[in-house]
């Protein structure tokens, strides 16, 4: 099938791109040496010059049943030919949104009205944590820890607080799936509760896999801590599986590998394999329920987005479940996870590795900087696997990010370490 993309670099190539400022990337740099494609299928993208390019990303964590899938481009024009869009206000019966982002400032919403409504209007305060992602609203963004995301835009939110991360590199340090260090990270939330009293205090909202800072994998027992303490104290807690949702880490989610039912958790990405935006929030029955009180006539919660649940998006997401049923890519990512883990950490002896971090089908390697130029080295990498090794995988600050489609092989696994470690060498 790759064979019948045709390079169409006369009419794919922009005539000019200063009119275009693209999210999360340096645009000066990109302008000079532009990463374009025209196509993808499977685990490969096409770029205009007919190069072949394993994603070793996932496109941007989401593509996990892979590239091209005619099932869901199928559904979707079945449903345009069908109903283009319905209104998601008064005719709606799931909440929906259509990002992470949008999920994870709902989840915080809703946490905040759910307090209110129960009687315990002081508890606005949210408690994010320390090299945590969700998203970048304004809810989102100040509940979140990642430093380069925040200083360029004030105050936020007031009543923020954050939890300490949970990466302690002497400690954790070349470990594949989940750190035995670090379960003692979760009982900072006691000393937050002593400083702001439980009663100011909404919810908690964390990864249970920090994903966009660079794979940070839960420490073994934390998550169950965290659970068992924002109990105690009557605070929500909400899990952040835009990234780990749908198969990353061998689950549908990652409550389920860990054992641990959060009062909320946010989705996104591979909900439709990212062929058409969707996110949302699961909420316990408890929460929905209690919003559920008053003038049947009268709404519930004041909150909600124009393409909230779009038919398009909705077909997309049946279409993706369905796929990920029938092939079993959970299972299959959980059955490749010690094969991935084996290979990437065969890396370990490369230049400039100081950790590299594995679990599911993910894995963060971590290299040394540049002296004065933080961040130069992981950029360098990126570059030179797209251009000049068909490889495309994902950077934060100096760490590689491996996140490949669920449906890889045992032989796109040794390819997509052959080549990490061919990148690595070229910016040592």
């Known amino acids: 099938m790759l064979d019948k993309i045709k390079p169409t670099s006369a009419v794919n190539a922009p005539n000019d791109l200063n009119a275009f400022w693209m999210p999360f990337t340096a645009n000066r740099a990109f302008k000079r040496a532009p990463k374009m494609v025209v196509g ?39 449903q345009a030919d069908e109903l283009d869009f319905s209104p998601p206000f008064q005719f709606g019966h799931v909440f929906f949104c259509n990002s992470g982002s949008e999920a994870g400032d709902t989840a915080l919403k809703i946490a905040v009205a759910y307090q209110q409504i129960k009687g315990q209007g002081s508890r606005t305060r949210l408690i994010g944590r320390e090299r945590g992602y969700h998203g970048v609203g304004f809810g989102g963004t100040a509940v979140g820890g990642i430093g380069n995301n925040r200083k360029m835009f004030g105050p936020l939110l007031n009543g923020v607080d954050h939890l300490p991360a949970t990466y302690d590199r002497d400690k954790q340090a070349f470990t594949k799936g989940e750190p035995e260090y670090g379960a003692h990270f979760a009982d900072a939330l006691e000393g937050l509760v002593n400083l702001h009293g439980a009663n100011t205090i909404a919810a908690v909202i964390v990864e249970p896999m920090a994903g966009s800072t660079g794979v940070l ?81 009268a709404v519930e919660l004041a909150h909600g987005y124009t393409y909230s649940a779009h038919p398009l998006a909705c077909a997309a997401g049946i279409a993706t479940l369905d796929i990920y049923r029938d092939e079993k890519l959970f299972e299959r990512a959980k059955a490749l996870e010690p094969k991935f883990a084996e290979a990437v950490m065969s890396l370990k002896s490369a230049p400039n590795v100081v950790d590299i971090r594995t679990v599911g089908l993910t894995a963060g390697i971590d290299l040394a900087p540049i ?16 251009h000049d090794h068909e490889l495309m995988l994902r950077i934060a600050g100096d760490t590689l990010a491996l996140t490949p489609p669920l449906i890889l092989s045992e032989d796109h696994i040794g390819e997509i370490v052959d080549k990490v470690g061919k990148v690595i060498r070229a910016v040592a």
């Open 40 to 78: 993808a299928e499977g685990m490969h993208y096409i770029t205009a010059d007919g190069r072949k390019i394993i994603d070793a990303a996932s496109g941007m964590w989401c593509t996990n049943a892979g590239h091209g899938r005619k099932e869901i481009a199928e559904a979707i024009k079945a």
């Open 217 to 297: 994998p839960a420490p073994k027992g934390y998550l169950k801590r965290l659970r068992e303490i924002t109990k105690k104290h009557g605070i929500l807690l909400i899990f952040d599986e835009v990234i780990t949702g749908y198969g990353r880490l061998g689950y549908a989610f990652a409550s389920e590998r860990y054992g641990v039912t959060p009062d909320m958790i946010t989705f996104a990405k591979g909900v439709t394999n990212g062929a058409v935006p969707m996110g949302g929030v699961i909420t316990s029955a408890e929460i929905h329920d209690a919003f559920m009180t008053g003038p049947e006539h």
């Open 371 to 386: 002296t004065d130029a933080v961040g130069k080295r992981g950029f360098e990498a990126m570059n030179a696997g797209f």
